[in-house]
Nanobody, 128 residues
Framework: QVQLAESGGGLVQAGGSLRLSCAAS????????MGWFRQAPGKEREFVAF????????NYGDSVKGRFTISRDNSKNTVYVQMNSLKPEDTAVYYC?????????????????????WGQGTQVTVSS
């Protein structure tokens, strides 16, 4: 059974930084593209970033490009997102997820429906 556990959320002032972690178990981690998404109250789930199984390829949502960095450590079965220059509009519950397709990534990898295993989420609150 695949399980994901996010951590690292919290309250931070605008302009600050946080690093979220997502520990995975029950899968051959390096075979899967991993994604981060976020959802604010009353809004749809939004793509943040994805990273290929090898870690060599990444892609970011327009709202976080240049401020967030996704990475992974396949020896630890963990994916990270480093969030810098945080803004109040970054406030949301952040989720990591496993892409359903094995050993591939493309433009569809930014869509929530391409992911079939999700963590419980971690709250990030950015105060102004």
């Amino acid at each position: 059974q695949v399980q994901l556990a996010e951590s690292g959320g919290g309250l931070v002032q605008a302009g600050g930084s946080l690093r979220l972690s997502c520990a995975a178990s029950g899968l051959t981690f390096s075979s899967y593209t991993m994604g981060w998404f976020r959802q604010a109250p009353g809004k749809e789930r939004e793509f943040v970033a994805f990273i290929s199984g090898s870690g060599r390829s990444t892609n970011y949502g327009d709202s976080v490009k240049g401020r967030f960095t996704i990475s992974r450590d396949n020896s630890k079965n963990t994916v990270y997102v480093q969030m810098n220059s945080l803004k109040p509009e970054d406030t949301a519950v952040y989720y990591c997820a496993v892409q359903r397709r094995l050993r591939t990534y493309d433009s569809r990898s930014s869509r929530p429906e391409e992911y079939n295993v999700w963590g419980q989420g971690t709250q990030v609150t950015v105060s102004s």
